[in-house]
């Protein structure tokens, strides 16, 4: 079974006010409201590939309760840990000349709900896939994917991270399956500016040496990266497409590769499913749908590994 973890869910508003000015009331053109978090991004891009997953995380209150209502209504399970002590944030994303975001705190989280978050955790068994992905609140301790990971390390489960800076730097001891930093994420975590597919290479594979076993590194337009286990390196462009969403084309992309990798147990195929699984949710106003992604799957070649 396919597990993901979201610390701190959403509802995400989005609203188009044209031309959007502080100080005055503004009226919206359109609005919709999505369920919001990197995990369960992770879930919805699964589903609409035919992949059943479990989501697990922290909600609270009446928003809580509607993330939950729309996720099981789109066919996901879920398992979430209510939250007694404040609300699932809403985020409200403006979309007019400029884009802004407020993002909300979300509920506070206690050291008794953490606990319950491990062992519902110390349920999974060998082969299960577990995904880790997103910031973690203020309130929440920053070690938290480090102490998940260790208490999975006596188990055959293969972990994902998809994290920034110390969340990710500090659980690479534990050896994940894959990690999927961008490449401004993998230059920060080395102090530096990353442009070229040559360095993200390079400091990949710094990732490899410290513990990471595949590293996958998506570049926006530049297209991504993949190094393997074994010392491939996999390359590719961007799919031919118009850019209307980048929320959640990074998530896409690890669902779509644990669906290409669960197909076909071949990084290659995993890769380019992940490269298309991105793409279309970026091409798309939602998350992209199993057409869409193999629209693009059809006719998107990467390059030859080194």
Known sequence: MIYTVTVNPSLDYYVTVDHFTTGQVNRTLEESIHTGGKGINVSLVLRNLEFNSIALGFIGGFTGNEVQRTLNQKGISTDFIPITNGNTRINIKIRSSDESEINGLGPHVTDEDILD??????????NDILVLAGSIPSTLPDTLYMRIMERMARKDIKIIVDATNDLLVNVLKYKPFLIK?????LGDI???????KEEVVKYAKKLQERGAKNVLVSMAGDGAVLITEEGKVFTSPVPKGI?????GAGDSMVAGFIAGYLESQDYEHAFKLGICAGSASAFSENLGTKEEIYQLLATHQIDTPN
């Open 117 to 126: 978050l491990y062992q519902k955790l110390d349920r999974l068994v060998d």
């Open 190 to 196: 080395f102090g530096i500016k990353i442009n070229t």
């Open 181 to 185: 930093p961008n490449n401004h994420e």
């Open 243 to 247: 850019l209307k969403n980048s929320v």
